[in-house]
């Protein structure tokens, strides 16, 4: 199956930790992204890497870091200087970054700061 | 002025009738516009896109997108209770660096029987 996988489905985290979001994709995509989003809100976009060793800052950046080792992997790390981490984060890919990109998302991650 | 305006509803359409969902924009430069439908709890699935004025028609979803007044519109024709969902509008920011699709807070769909 192809497709954009993420994981856990469900994280929770205590004050203070770093916790690590796991995003795979075997759709041979180029661009992958990560976004955030809040209850009632939109998708806003933390990190996002249109090749291998390069990632650039979204609108929200702070408080989150990323790596592209991979093609295939985009994993997101929310850091402790994160204010209000609890959200649902989704991962998503594309083949490139044009004027007619379309973005495909994975399942997401909820996570929960305890 | 937000970039991507939508109304949050929710709006309530019955069975068997037209939803209309719309959009407002506020870069000129955009040229790609996307509706996505996420259901309570699970990921956006994108189900048109349309990157020329006029409309565009898949099943029964249609887009209509107007760039002069910068509004872009979905339609839902016989609608079913599966289609209640949320449907964000995304629009592409051909001049930023930051982020290249800017995604509207969605409308949340409910179709009564």
């Known amino acids: 199956d192809g497709g954009i996988t993420q994981s856990p489905k469900y994280l929770f985290r205590k004050e203070g930790q770093n916790v690590t979001l796991s995003c795979e994709q075997n759709?041979?995509?180029?661009?992958m992204y990560w976004y955030r989003q809040d209850p009632g809100q939109g998708l806003r976009l933390i990190y996002y890497?249109?090749?291998?060793?390069?990632?650039q800052k979204g609108d929200i950046a702070e408080g989150y870091s990323v790596s592209r080792e991979k093609k295939e992997s985009f994993p997101l790390t929310v850091t402790s200087a994160q204010k209000n981490p609890t959200a649902f984060y989704l991962c998503?890919?594309?083949?490139?970054?044009?004027?007619?990109?379309?973005?495909?998302f994975g399942p997401g991650t909820r996570l929960t700061v305890l | 002025q937000k970039e991507v305006e939508q109304n949050s509803g929710p709006l309530s359409v019955p069975e068997g009738a037209i939803a209309s969902l719309n959009c407002t924009y506020s870069?000129?430069?955009?040229?790609?516009f996307f509706w996505y439908r996420q259901y309570s709890g699970k990921s956006p699935e994108l189900i048109m896109s349309?990157?020329?004025?006029g409309d565009k028609e898949d099943g029964r979803f249609t887009a209509q997108l107007n760039k002069a007044s910068q509004y872009v519109s979905l339609l839902i024709r016989d609608s079913q209770p599966s289609d209640s969902a949320t449907y964000l509008c995304?629009?592409?920011?051909?001049?930023?660096?930051?982020?290249?699709?800017?995604f509207g807070s969605g409308t949340r769909l409910s179709i009564r029987p």
């Open positions: 998503a890919s594309s083949y490139v970054l044009t004027l007619t990109d379309t973005q495909y």
């Open positions: 759709l041979n995509h180029d661009a």
């Open positions: 890497s249109q090749i291998v060793n390069d990632f």
């Open positions: 870069d000129r430069g955009s040229q790609s």
């Open positions: 349309i990157y020329s004025n």
């Open positions: 995304a629009v592409n920011r051909p001049y930023s660096s930051a982020s290249k699709i800017i």
